[in-house]
């Protein structure tokens, strides 16, 4: 078994460790509308495989109310600066 070298774990331990993620992030905003539909169609149908019963209708209610609360700040932010 050959010995580590101390430069090369401190080199690993250095590695910038978030650029994977903000790789994939930047790679999933520039995909195409149709293909992230596709994706999240994808994700549903899965969801679905492994809970028939999801979303039950508290679920439902508890993401229409998030949806609304985002509208509204979306709506706010959008006449920042309008004064």
């Not at 195409?32 to 169609?41: C, L």
């Not at 019963?53 to 959008?78: C, I, M, S, T, V």
């Amino acid at each position: 078994m050959s010995r580590l070298d101390p430069e090369d774990l401190r080199a690993y331990a250095r590695r910038d460790w978030g650029a994977p993620e903000r790789l994939a992030r930047w790679a999933r905003a520039h995909q195409p509308v149709a293909e992230k539909v596709r994706v999240a169609i994808e994700l549903y149908e899965s969801a679905k495989r492994t809970r028939p019963d999801w979303p039950d209708e508290a679920e439902r209610h508890r993401d229409f109310e998030a949806h609304l609360r985002l509208k509204a700040l979306l709506d706010k932010a959008a006449n920042v600066g309008a004064r």
